[in-house]
């Protein structure tokens, strides 16, 4: 049995609800059957990806359209 393939966008949930959610690492580990230690890479990973990683979970481009840029 080879190791699981996890599609981009269970990744990208995985690691909302950590970071965007609050959950804790452990919980979300458990709850999904997935490593501590994926969820932490998949998290560098995103965010290395990223150019903006405040919105690196805003999959909707007006997801808060009704916030005032700040300055």
């Known amino acids: 049995m080879g190791k699981p393939n996890f599609s981009d966008e269970f990744k990208r949930d995985a690691v909302a609800q950590i970071t965007e959610r609050?959950?804790?690492?452990a919980e979300v580990s458990q709850r999904l059957g997935v490593s501590q230690h994926?969820?932490?890479?998949?998290k560098r990973q995103l965010a290395a990806d990223s150019d903006d990683p405040g919105r690196l979970f805003q999959s909707d481009p007006g997801h808060h359209s009704d916030l005032i840029p700040a300055g």
Do not use: H
């Open 38 to 42: 994926s969820l932490y890479a998949w």
């Open 22 to 25: 609050g959950y804790p690492v």
